[in-house]
């Protein structure tokens, strides 16, 4: 049974650029959520999507955006960075059912801006 | 708002020895959901246990046992005979029942560091 994956694992970028960030749910998966998570802080909620729609935002500028796509998978896009979007990003699924279900995490994408 | 404290920053122990990470959350609903995670050096995040508000029985996996109590809003996690392999910074966290989406809340870790 195929966990959380993401891609990909690290990644430089320069002041200014975009990233995009991948991830792929667990497997029987349908909701996706990512996190933002500085060093030495507990992650940070940055958005969550279903049905491929963004259900809830986090506190984070309209620079973060993300999409899914019909197969659940999920982007997250992060424009014209600054040195303080480096940080480990997480990705988590579920399953919505109506209750509150488990996040189960990827191993993360590390992002350092420079 | 909701809020998750773990006021201890870094815990030192030998192995074997037991040690408790402490968890207190503060909300104002009545119904949610607390986990806690492990996330070793590698950086995932891995699920170990959730417990909802109605549910107060404490629990025990193995090493681990986890204390709920409400009347102190807290969740605190011990792990019995500690071993090395525990190492790993350990995060509470909590979720409101909104209905619709459902965002973690965590806390700012707890980094445990076993040695032999």
């Known amino acids: 049974d195929a966990g959380v994956t993401q891609s990909p694992t690290h990644l430089i970028k320069t002041r200014g650029q975009q990233v995009t960030l991948r991830c792929s749910p667990k497997?029987?998966?349908?909701?996706v959520s990512w996190y933002q998570q500085a060093l030495g802080q507990g992650p940070q909620f940055i958005f969550q999507?279903?049905?491929?729609?963004?259900?809830q935002r986090g506190n984070f500028p309209d620079r973060f955006s993300g999409h899914q796509y019909p197969n659940y998978s999920s982007e997250l896009n992060v424009n014209a960075l600054l040195l303080g979007d480096s940080a480990l990003y997480l990705c988590?699924?579920?399953?919505?059912?109506?209750?509150?279900?488990?996040?189960?995490f990827g191993p993360g994408t590390r992002l350092l801006v420079l | 708002a909701q809020k998750v404290t773990q006021a201890q920053t870094e815990i030192s122990v030998v192995e074997k020895e037991d040690v408790t990470l402490d968890c207190v959350y503060e909300?104002?609903?009545?119904?949610?959901?607390l986990f806690w995670y492990k996330q070793p050096p590698s950086g995932e995040l891995v699920f170990l246990i959730r417990?909802?508000?109605?549910?107060?029985q404490n629990e025990i996996s193995g090493r681990y046992s986890w204390n709920f109590q409400k009347s102190t809003s807290s969740f605190n996690f011990t792990i019995t005979a500690s071993q090395v392999v525990d190492s790993a910074v350990y995060f509470c966290?909590?979720?409101?029942?909104?209905?619709?989406?459902?965002?973690?809340?965590f806390g700012t870790g707890t980094r445990l560091q076993v040695t032999l």
């Open positions: 497997s029987g998966h349908d909701t």
């Open positions: 909300t104002r609903d009545t119904t949610y959901y």
């Open positions: 999507y279903y049905e491929e729609e963004e259900r």
């Open positions: 417990r909802n508000s109605f549910d107060e």
């Open positions: 966290a909590l979720i409101l029942n909104t209905g619709t989406a459902s965002k973690l809340t």
């Open positions: 988590a699924s579920s399953l919505s059912l109506g209750v509150v279900e488990t996040q189960y």
